[in-house]
T-cell receptor, first 113, second 114 residues
């Protein structure tokens, strides 16, 4: 089955700790995206990557970092600099092309202890 | 810059009634428009999208939306609500740039009363 997987489903972070959220896709999609979802605010773009070894900041990149070493994988690290990390994090991917649809993974909920 | 406004953060309808979820957008170029649905603690699923051509777009689960350029709107409708339609709905716009960034509205939570 082709799709996007995100792990873990729930993640707990302690003060001062960096945590990494996994996103893997086997759809052979070129571009991958990370969004943060807070209640009543829709989705906001954190980072995106159109090709391997290249990525760009989105609207709310501060306190986050990413890597894109493989086409299939786009992990997101929430650093200790992110002071309000509690949110639902969604990964998406798509093929190249302006009108192409973004497909979403099931999400990871990050909570602060 | 593009933006999306969804009127009504919560909409309640009775089962069998018409569903109308409103979406207005601003864009400097002809946009691509999307509606997604999200069930609790899940990712987003595409309902339908408009790119070019016919302005009335049909999607999954009996939903449809009409692109009205003069009104900069892309409202989502379904003739008869079902209990399983209860979810959060997001309208999104893309200007088709190289990154195909989507800008999302704030979402509308649809509640269906028996």
């Amino acid at each position: 089955d082709g799709g996007i997987t995100q792990s873990p489903k729930y993640l707990f972070r302690k003060e001062g700790q960096n945590v990494t959220l996994s996103c893997e896709q086997n759809l052979n999609h070129d571009a991958m995206y990370w969004y943060r979802q807070d209640p009543g605010q829709g989705l906001r773009l954190i980072y995106y990557s159109q090709i391997v070894n290249d990525f760009q900041k989105g609207d709310i990149a501060e306190g986050y970092s990413v890597s894109r070493e493989k086409k299939e994988s786009f992990p997101l690290t929430v650093t200790s600099a992110q002071k309000n990390p509690t949110a639902f994090y969604l990964c998406a991917s798509r093929v190249a092309g302006g009108a192409e649809t973004q497909y979403f993974g099931p999400g990871t909920r990050l909570l602060v202890l | 810059a593009q933006s999306v406004t969804q009127l009504g953060s919560h909409v309640s309808v009775s089962e069998g009634a018409l569903v109308l979820l409103r979406c207005n957008y601003s864009s400097s170029v002809p946009p691509y428009l999307f509606w997604y649905v999200q069930y609790p603690n899940q990712g987003l699923q595409l309902l339908l999208k408009y790119t070019t051509g016919a302005t009335l777009v049909k999607g999954i689960n009996g939903f449809e939306a009409e692109f009205k350029k003069s009104e900069t709107s892309f409202h989502l409708t379904k003739p008869s609500a079902h209990m399983s339609d209860a979810a959060e709905y997001f309208c999104a716009v893309s200007e088709g740039n190289a990154g195909n960034m989507l800008t999302f509205g704030g979402g509308t939570r649809l509640m269906v009363k028996p």
